[in-house]
């Protein structure tokens, strides 16, 4: 008797182990779109003098995707925008918990960095000077919270089961570093198309674009989420546009047909852009936005023959809020920056890129900048890595080479932004996105090792669930 009471013990305990391992949650995935393009007139970003938008060439949108493994939940949130303050976002995961319980710190909300639309006000002495504290722009920035929410409560509601599977490819014809080394040993900043003095790009590219893809249980495409580091400034002008990322959701659509939504989110490409400077082409257009998108899709459209489905897909959520130092300035610096802006647009580019920093710096009265990673997982195969500004190459390639995880994404401009984030060896080099960055040395790997920290943490969590 005791002997088959053990044995129906271990029986029961083994099914009830079996049942344990296969009772793969089923995810859940709801997406959608909504449009956030700004009425004509509304300040254009991206540049250190104020545009008005005339028109608009094609629309913006907070696009949003929630996962639901059964237990937890997570958005993923991209903007058609050039950059999103640590205000909005909390604003946006404020109002997103409210109407749908998703904690928060749950929801990944990043910018495009599109350079043709609107400019918002980011709290910094250089709002006044390309319109981020006009009237359209504060309008636009206040409401922008309630997009972001009504994104992902819609996706939300929408919630269904899917299948998700994934692949990298690899397109390394489309981002250039465009910090040069050139002959006089100086580091030169985009030198122009054949300039003769250059030797040759300071930095590497990330040529992987990472695809995550969701279809429903009966083989409709839902979701395409497509991660590049590649800066979005080739339409120019003044007409409202997504950019290249906007022309990238055109051609999916025309294969995966209207009803799939394509996300977008930018990599670590502080330092890079599109211009080849072996190659005589004006590159910029809405043409040229057109042939980067088409080519990003190429890759996408390779990337769909080598989906490998995610298995495990509990999800899991961590993050951080570190402290970054500030840059360096001196009294002198400050009294060279007040005369530089009284100089108004007599002032060089590169001088009121300087005035403007040392100004937001100085303004900070020593405090430093209080910024958030953030890690999303998913089973032991993807990861997305939220970084809070614009992140130089190398320090989005360091933290994929140490991640654990099959794919790891990383959404730069994410969940807030301080600007420019060199890596430690750009600061003695110099020029414009070092002269721009409002982080001291040492900012960049400090988010590196929070975000391979808690990669390692999350990792060690699917591996104790075994
Ligand atoms: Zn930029």
Redesign the pocket.
């Known amino acids: 008797m005791k002997r088959h009471k053990l044995i129906r013990t271990v029986v029961s305990v083994v099914v009830f182990l079996i049942s344990l391992s296969s009772a793969q949650a089923e995810l859940r995935v709801g997406v959608t779109m909504v449009k956030i393009t700004p009425p004509t007139g509304t300040p254009m970003a991206?540049y250190y003098y104020a545009r008005g938008s005339q028109e608009v060439l094609d629309d913006l949108f907070a696009k949003a995707a929630v996962l639901d493994d059964g237990t937890t939940k997570a958005a993923l949130v991209v903007c058609d925008i050039i950059s999103l303050p640590r205000s909005i976002v909390q604003d946006a995961r404020q109002l997103i918990e409210q109407q749908t319980g998703i904690p928060g710190g749950h929801v990944m909300i990043s910018a495009t960095?599109t350079h043709t639309g609107p400019t918002l006000p980011r709290d910094s002495a250089r709002d006044n000077q390309d319109g981020g504290s006009s009237n359209p722009a504060q309008t636009y920035a206040r409401e922008l919270p309630q997009r972001i929410a009504q994104a992902v409560a819609e996706a939300n509601g929408k919630l269904q089961a899917v299948t998700v599977s994934y692949a990298c490819e690899h397109e390394d014809r489309l981002a250039f570093c465009r910090r040069f080394w050139m002959k006089d040993g100086t580091v030169g900043w985009n030198p122009g198309k054949r300039n003769p003095n250059v030797i040759r790009p300071v930095s590497p590219i990330d040529p992987e674009v990472g695809v995550v893809y969701c279809e429903t249980t009966d083989k409709k495409p839902l979701l395409t989420y497509v991660n590049y580091a590649l800066?979005t400034?080739t339409t120019g002008g003044t007409k409202i546009s997504a950019d290249y990322p906007g022309a990238l959701a055109r051609r999916l659509a025309e294969y995966k047909g209207p009803d799939m939504v394509t996300i977008f989110a930018n990599g670590a490409c502080?330092n890079l852009n599109h211009l080849n400077v072996n190659w005589g082409q004006p590159q910029t257009s809405p043409a040229e936005a057109n042939r980067l998108g088409t080519i990003l899709a190429g890759a996408v459209l390779k990337a769909y023959m080598d989906l490998q489905p995610v298995r495990d897909t509990a999800l899991r959520v961590r993050s951080q809020v570190l402290r970054l130092p500030l840059a360096k300035i001196t009294p002198e610096d400050l009294q060279e920056a007040k005369a530089i802006v009284e100089k108004k647009d007599k002032a060089t580019f590169m001088e009121q890129v300087r005035a403007f920093k040392v100004l937001d710096v100085d303004r900070r009265a020593g405090t430093p900048l209080e910024v958030e990673v953030q890690v999303i997982t998913m089973g032991e195969t993807l990861a997305w890595v939220s970084l809070p500004g614009?992140i130089f190459v190398e320090l989005g390639l360091s933290i994929k080479a140490a991640s654990p995880f099959a794919q790891t994404h990383i959404a730069e401009l994410a969940n807030g932004s301080v600007g420019y984030i060199p890596n430690r060896s750009a600061y003695p080099e110099g020029n414009y996105e070092v002269v721009s960055a409002r982080c001291g040395e040492g900012a960049g790997e400090m988010l590196v090792q929070a975000a391979v920290k808690m990669l390692e943490e999350l990792k060690a969590q699917t591996t104790l669930r075994k």
């Open positions: 991206g960095h800066h400034d502080g614009e």
